[in-house]
């Protein structure tokens, strides 16, 4: 029986390799992925696989930091200091990108964010959509677009709308009824002007 012959890769193109062929999988399978399917999926050997990643969240931790860095570029934050913000629109627009992503994520979505990794590894607190969104609250309302509510509590509502909206748009759920009752949802607890 004859193996095909490994290729020599340079170690942080085999590194991307490992992750690119892990994100593929989850995307398809969700947490029913093991090492064994990812070093498969990577013509890696297992070994190979601890060389980089110790152990399986490790991995995980790099592939969650991943979905927030291409997120942040996709969608930066304006500069304040420079830019006018209309901050309603920035909300609804960034709400509609985290449905999307979500969307697009496929069971990767449950096994980065929901499964029991994720209550191992809690996602650090700069990247938690909850703060993220109650800073975003914050500055709406020291530009006097949005209302005085209470803005951690107010934020953790408002990304349950939004994460059930990504999550009824993945079901079936026609999306731009979905996003308008989301849009509708956000301005009218924020006080925003539609």
Do not use: C
């Amino acid at each position: 029986m004859s193996f095909p012959k490994r290729r020599r890769l340079e170690p942080h193109a085999r590194r991307q390799e490992i992750i690119e062929a892990a994100e593929r999988l989850l995307i398809e399978r969700g947490a029913d992925v093991r090492v064994e399917d990812v070093v498969r999926g990577a013509g890696a050997a297992k070994g190979t696989f601890y060389l980089y990643f110790p152990t399986w969240d490790d991995l995980l931790d790099t592939i969650r930091q991943r979905i927030f860095e291409a997120f942040d570029r996709a969608h930066p934050m304006p500069d304040t200091a420079n830019v006018a913000v209309d901050w309603s629109v920035l909300l609804e627009e960034l709400a509609v990108a985290f449905v999307d992503a979500t969307v697009e994520m496929g069971g990767m979505h449950d096994a980065i964010f929901h499964s029991d990794f994720a209550q191992r590894r809690a996602i650090p607190a700069a990247d938690h959509p909850v703060n993220r969104l109650t800073g975003l609250i914050r500055a709406g309302q020291r530009a006097e677009t949005f209302a005085a509510v209470d803005p951690e509590p107010t934020a953790r509502l408002l990304f349950a709308v939004i994460h059930e909206t990504a999550d009824a748009v993945a079901e079936g759920q026609d999306r731009q009824r979905a996003l308008a009752a989301m849009r509708r949802m956000l301005r009218q607890s924020l006080g925003a002007k539609p």
